[in-house]
C-alpha cells in the first residue's frame, strides 16, 4: 500500500505571496490532518477533514485553509505569507474511526520557507 | 482533558546501552497511546501502539512500551541502541470520547547515540 504523498518536497516563498501544499492519504483512508512543526513552537494542529468536511481545527489565523476532495485528497492553502510561516508542514491520513486503531499515518512534510 | 507529558526532551545513551524514553498522560477516558519516531527533515513514522489486548506492547525496530494505568505513564524503551536510533521520539494520545477524534503529540524527546 502506498503512503501517504506530499507535494512539493521544498518550497520557496516570498512575504506577501500564497502557497498550496498537497496530500494524498492512504487509499481508503477518509480523514486528513495537517500540522505545521517548527523548532520553537514544536508540532501544531492545523485542521483535519473527514469525507469533505473540516472536522476540527486548531487555532491559526485565517490566512491558513484547507480542503479535502471526494478521493480525499487534500490541499492547504497560505495566503500573504510571513516569515513566521517557515515551517515543515506535514500531513496525516487515518481511517477516521477513533480509537486504538486509528493511529495517524504521517507523509515526509513540505519544508516552507518564507523569504 | 487529555494531555501528554514528556518528561525529558532530550536522552543520551551510549551504542549498546538500553534506551528509556518517559511519557506520562492525562485521559478523563479509556485512551488510545501512540510512539512515533521523526529522522531529521522526515515525517513521523509509527513506533507502536496501544490496545486493550496487552498491556506491553511491542513495535518496530525493537522497541516496547508499557501502559501502566495506575501511574498514567506509556514509557519506551529498548533494550540496547543502535546509532540509527537517532532521532526525535513523539508519544501520542487520543481519547476515545465519541466525536472528538483529537491527537495530543507531546513535546518530544531528542534521543542521542554515543559511538
Known amino acids: 500500500k502506498a503512503g501517504v504523498t506530499q507535494t512539493p518536497r521544498y518550497l520557496i516563498k516570498t512575504r506577501g505571496q500564497q502557497v498550496t501544499l498537497s496530500c494524498s492519504p492512504i487509499s481508503g483512508h477518509r480523514s486528513v490532518s495537517w500540522y505545521q512543526q517548527t523548532p520553537g513552537q514544536g508540532l501544531q494542529f492545523l485542521f483535519e477533514y473527514f469525507s469533505e468536511t473540516q472536522r476540527n481545527k486548531g487555532n491559526f489565523p485565517g490566512r491558513f485553509s484547507g480542503r479535502q476532495f471526494s478521493n480525499s485528497r487534500s490541499e492547504m492553502n497560505v495566503s500573504t505569507l510571513e516569515l513566521g510561516d517557515s515551517a515543515l508542514y506535514l500531513c496525516?491520513?487515518?481511517?477516521?474511526?477513533?480509537?486504538?486503531?486509528?493511529?495517524?499515518?504521517f507523509g515526509n512534510g513540505t519544508r516552507l520557507t518564507v523569504t | 482533558a487529555q494531555s501528554v507529558t514528556q518528561l525529558d526532551s532530550h536522552v543520551s545513551v551510549s551504542e549498546g546501552t538500553p534506551v528509556l524514553l518517559r511519557c506520562n498522560y492525562s485521559s478523563s477516558y479509556s485512551p488510545s497511546l501512540f510512539w512515533y519516531v521523526q529522522h531529521p527533515n522526515k515525517g513521523l513514522q509509527l513506533l507502536l501502539k496501544?490496545?486493550?489486548?496487552?498491556?506491553l506492547v511491542k513495535g518496530i525496530n525493537g522497541f516496547e512500551a508499557e501502559f501502566k494505568k495506575s501511574e498514567t505513564s506509556f514509557h519506551l524503551t529498548k533494550p540496547s541502541a543502535h546509532m540509527s536510533d537517532a532521532a526525535e521520539y513523539f508519544c501520542?494520545?487520543?481519547?476515545?470520547?465519541?466525536?472528538?477524534?483529537?491527537?495530543?503529540f507531546g513535546t518530544g524527546t531528542r534521543l542521542k547515540v554515543l559511538a
Open positions: 496501544y490496545t486493550s489486548a496487552a498491556t
Open positions: 501520542v494520545v487520543s481519547d476515545s470520547v465519541p466525536g472528538t477524534y483529537k491527537y495530543i
Open positions: 496525516a491520513s487515518s481511517s477516521g474511526q477513533q480509537g486504538r486503531n486509528s493511529p495517524l499515518h
